[in-house]
């Protein structure tokens, strides 16, 4: 069974005057490139982008060409049933030049995005070694370390704020992640937004 990522207009604030940045134009993927993998991306119907996992390729990400540092980022999205994904934030490419790597690995700070109940809107150092960023996924309590804020089959809405070092998180307008990490904005205060699809086989 393939799995899907459904995106729908997300958009950024990028500059001191609040102004909103549609980042997906509904009809293209212009400004935007596959990476680490060879999942595949496209317009769907009712102008969103979806994303589709496939067999052998490792984790892909649909990234955008501009970098971005401080913003606020909000979109809506759908996952099917056991989906792991995430939105990359800041994040960068390494290994760009080494065989099999689809333009270099991404890497950096992700915006959890699973079925729930789950980790949804928590922090994840991807590709970083550093594993989970957000505390509480780490938590060995199950009260603590998943929730059931996103709502499976339905589109949840996600806003996301990146000011220095702190990335807030709300998921259908519940508070979840409230991360201040010094050492993960050093390496990226600027970098890609990114889809992800987690690899397969």
């Avoid at 950024?12 to 490139?33: M, Q, R, T, Y």
């Avoid at 119907?45 to 540092?69: C, H, M, R, W």
């Avoid at 270099?104 to 789950?118: H, T």
């Avoid at 594993?131 to 809405?157: C, I, M, R, T, Y």
Wanted: proline content about 4%; charged content about 20%; overall charge negative.
């Amino acid at each position: 069974m393939a799995w899907s990522c459904l995106v729908v207009l997300p958009v950024v604030s990028a500059n001191a005057a609040d102004e909103w940045i549609d980042l997906f134009d509904g009809k293209s993927l212009d400004g935007w490139s596959v990476k680490s993998g060879f999942a595949t991306y496209k317009v769907g119907k009712g102008g969103v982008i979806v994303g589709t996992t496939k067999e052998g390729s490792p984790n892909s990400f649909l990234t955008s060409d501009a970098q971005y540092g401080d913003f606020e980022l909000q979109f809506e999205v759908k996952v099917d049933d056991g989906l792991n994904s995430g939105v990359q934030i800041r994040s960068l490419l390494k290994n760009v030049d080494a065989e099999d790597s689809y333009g270099g690995r991404l890497y950096g700070p992700q915006v959890e995005i699973e079925s729930g109940p789950g980790q949804a809107g928590w922090i994840y150092g991807e590709a970083t070694g550093r594993g989970w960023l957000s505390p509480e996924p780490q938590s060995k309590d199950a009260s603590v370390n998943q929730h059931d804020h996103f709502k499976n089959g339905k589109w949840n809405k996600y806003r996301v704020v990146a000011k220095g070092a702190t990335i807030k998180v709300w998921i259908n307008g519940h508070p979840l992640a409230d991360l201040t990490d010094e050492e993960i904005f050093k390496t990226h205060p600027p970098g890609m937004i990114g889809l992800h699809l987690a690899g397969r086989g």
